[in-house]
């Protein structure tokens, strides 16, 4: 069955005329839209141009901001009002959405050269959003307003606004390569960009190298573009192959560690201060993280972290103990915490205007010098096409002052002075002719336009005397163009002339132009384990039949009497230190890891072991102990099914636990105990005892074992090991300890019946 879809054309449709059904299959309908969606979403919203560095939404509020005349010494005017003429003439899109790319031009911590300079409440680095447009105010700033030198000057083609009725601009004629020097980043379709921002003057370094030498190698110009520069600092740990891989490709990314100092406090004690954090982290949302991994006892080194920051940031780290290593502990954080990030690099442009692709880093800079190329010639032929129409009109004049007399004499009498100034052979005189050799000549109709519009105060002496002059500049600028435009070496040398102008106005030397983020290595800091960081004191792991878990300061007796909730009691108690792991073993076959030093206090009952981790309400807890590396397990299941494992095989690292004995339904882990001995008791429900040597039980590492016992009803109670010369151990029904030596009977082959326990053997069929 094929699916279709019928366009109805209702054009200059009347009762008479028939309706032209057109049919299509769904799918082109549906791929020819999609593909029109998806080009309008890459060109004309998502990725930015690489000459002139904006999106259309950047580039309109700046054009709209030169309409409203706010240059960057001129008044601020509402943002409801930029906003607004934004929409209305040139923007049809949400108001929010404008807002938002007017707020982000003007934060100084998202931008490196800000491109709006606001009044008002424009957020913070805390992550606190801008107030409403009806309360702020922007003008341009000096960024910007560079960024339209020559617009008025057809440096850049215009074309029709959404409904036709305006011209807006393609492109700003930027006078500085503002893709990498601010940055950008968004989501097309298929497709996305992430660029991020650079030192300007660097840049500038980096394309007058490329105007020398166009073959340049990226080695070179990491020389003087060494990698980005944040607007809110930090310290950029990536190593240079990878940076110069970045560059080349276009794809990569980049390390970006906060900044930070050790400030001593006297007496042995010290704190860090972090004053730079990296670029779009939200400062509050950082120290939030951080003081729930303190809580969490997650970073067990770290004790307190202050937020003193005013103008500047300030974040105050306290450590537990003052033994404890500066670097070492950064090095944790910056591991587990925002303090160090990052940044994806994705040179994703369009390089034309219409075709995006992904760019390395001499690719863009030559796309922004090819476009400033452009950009000269634009303006130079639209200079010389201003200087030829002035030249008429200054040719007219001094006709005119050459036969004052006449002209006046039109212009008083003549009822029609423009026909007939045009109508007049007109003497003209060199500066230096003699008048025997003076010439005739008709004047043009702007000429004769420009002469009747003259002022009276003009017609002194000393203005023909600037009229001479300003035709003489006229001329030589004239010839100067016309030179320019005839060699590109000279286009080439007035380009670099305007670069360096730029670098003046905002490279390393200019207000606040200096690199802000540092270049480091990060230090080679051996991975410090959790163990270490905690400080080793010695508990009492205590846990209740209904799971309820606490950890009690020192080492009491064993036979304490201790409380519990209503109707629970005692199961599991041991000594242990805070620096211990604590191994838990599931009916499920899991095993689950507790960390001493998580466990809580024991003043009140403690808390349910399941919160700690993903043990099911379903599953009982077979064993809790304390993890001693280098110990052998053995394990088995109610059906009689059991291997040996090693402990450090065990050991889960996430709350969800590790997975050791498989059990089916109706199955469950019935024995977790200690491998001791060199042989393997065995008793099942039915009170049958089987003995085998241990070397009859496999090591694994996960499974469902090997059959221990043969039942014919029931399955297992309970196992242990022991060793055969000293024989196999019990408590009788009168509490005394029994050895038994004599276990010849019941020794047999693994996977046997088993013989009858011997008398005195526990009524519960627990060894």
């Known amino acids: 069955m094929s699916l279709g879809i019928t366009t109805t054309s209702m054009t200059d449709k009347t009762d008479d005329t028939p309706e032209i059904v057109e049919q299509e299959p769904l799918r082109r309908a549906l791929g020819e839209r999609y593909l029109t969606y998806a080009l309008s979403t890459i060109m004309n919203r998502a990725l930015p141009d690489a000459r002139d560095g904006l999106k259309p939404v950047h580039r309109r509020i700046l054009n709209t901001m030169r309409e409203l005349r706010l240059e960057p010494n001129g008044a601020y005017r509402k943002c409801a009002k930029i906003v607004g003429d934004t929409m209305g003439n040139y923007h049809p899109h949400g108001d929010g959405a404008i807002y938002d790319a007017l707020v982000r031009l003007a934060q100084d911590f998202s931008v490196r050269y800000p491109l709006v300079d606001g009044q008002g409440n424009f957020g913070n680095i805390d992550g606190d959003n801008a107030a409403a447009y009806r309360y702020t105010e922007a003008r341009m700033t000096e960024a910007s307003a560079s960024m339209m030198e020559g617009l008025s000057e057809n440096a850049v083609d215009f074309r029709e606004n959404f409904d036709g009725s305006r011209q807006e601009p393609v492109l700003l004629p930027t006078t500085f390569p503002n893709l990498l020097a601010n940055g950008s980043s968004g989501i097309a379709v298929g497709m996305a960009t ?46 240079s192959e990878a940076i110069r891989d970045a560059y080349t490709t276009g794809r990569g990314s980049f390390r970006l560690r906060s900044k930070w100092d050790t400030e001593d406090l006297g007496r042995g004690t ?271 792991v205590v846990c209740s039949q209904m799971g309820w878990i606490r950890a009690l300061k020192g080492h009491i007796d064993l036979a304490q009497e201790l409380k519990f909730k209503d109707g629970d009691g005692p199961r599991f108690i041991f000594h242990a230190e805070t620096t211990d792991k604590i191994i838990l073993f599931g009916s499920n076959g899991r095993f689950y890891t507790l960390s001493a030093n998580l466990l809580p206090g024991g003043r009140g009952m403690g808390e349910p072991v399941r919160l700690m981790v993903d043990l099911p309400n379903q599953t009982d807890i077979v064993s809790l102990f304390l993890h001693k590396p280098g110990r052998k397990l ?43 001995g060199d042989h393997v008791a065995v008793v099942g429900e039915n009170r049958k005892v089987l003995i085998f040597p241990l070397s009859e039980l496999p090591e694994m590492g996960r499974g469902k074992g090997v059959r221990l016992q043969k039942y014919k009803d029931g399955g297992m109670s309970d196992l242990t090991t022991f060793v055969l010369a000293d024989g196999l151990t019990w408590k009788d029904p009168a509490g005394r300890t029994r050895t038994e030596t004599e276990l010849g009977d019941w020794l047999a082959k693994r996977a046997a019946a088993g013989r009858m326990a011997p008398r005195g053997f526990p009524q519960n069929n627990k060894f």
């Open 194 to 239: 992430s660029i991020p921002p650079h030192n300007l003057g660097e840049l500038i370094d980096a394309c007058l190298h490329l105007i020398k030498a166009p073959n340049a190698r990226i080695e070179t110009l990491m020389e003087m573009v060494p990698g980005p520069d944040f607007p809110t600092g930090g310290t950029l740990v990536e190593p």
């Open 270 to 540: 010290w704190q860090i201060v972090v004053t730079q954090v990296p670029y779009q982290v939200q400062k509050s949302k950082l120290i939030e993280k951080i003081a729930e991994a303190i809580n969490s006892k997650k970073i067990p080194i770290l004790a307190d972290i202050r937020d003193e920051s005013a103008e500047d940031v300030r974040i105050v780290l306290e450590p537990r103990s003052k033994n404890v290593d500066p670097v070492v502990l950064m090095e944790t954080l910056f591991r587990q915490t925002d303090l160090e990030t990052r940044i994806s690099l994705n040179m994703n442009v369009l390089i034309d205007g219409l075709t995006p692709k992904v760019c390395s880093l001499p690719e863009v800079l030559k796309a922004f010098l090819e476009f400033r190329k452009d950009v000269l010639v634009r303006r130079s032929r639209h200079r010389l096409g201003k200087i030829d129409t002035r030249l008429e009109v200054l040719d007219g004049y001094i006709i005119a002052f050459l036969n004052l007399d006449r002209v006046i004499e039109i212009i008083r009498y003549d009822d029609e002075p423009k026909a007939s100034l045009l109508a007049e052979d007109w003497v003209v005189l060199g500066d230096d002719q003699p008048m025997a050799e003076a010439q005739t000549v008709r004047l043009t109709e702007p000429q004769a336009e420009a002469i009747l519009n003259m002022r009276l105060r003009n017609l002194r002496k000393l203005e023909e005397m600037e009229l001479r002059k300003e035709r003489d500049d006229l001329l030589m600028e004239q010839a100067g163009l016309t030179e320019l435009l005839g060699d590109e070496g000279l286009q080439w040398k007035r380009i670099s002339e305007e670069l360096r102008d730029t670098k003046k106005k905002f490279g390393q030397n200019a207000p606040n132009g200096a690199r802000r983020t540092a270049l480091a290595d990060a230090p080679d800091v051996e991975e410090v384990p959790i163990e270490a960081m905690i400080e080793r004191e010695p508990i009492t």
């Open 634 to 676: 053995v394990v088995a299941s109610s059906a009689g099914d059991g291997f040996v494992v090693a402990e450090d095989e065990v050991v889960a690292q996430t709350r969800n636990g590790r997975q050791v004995l498989n059990v089916k339904d109706g199955v469950q882990a019935q024995v977790c105990g200690f491998v001791n």
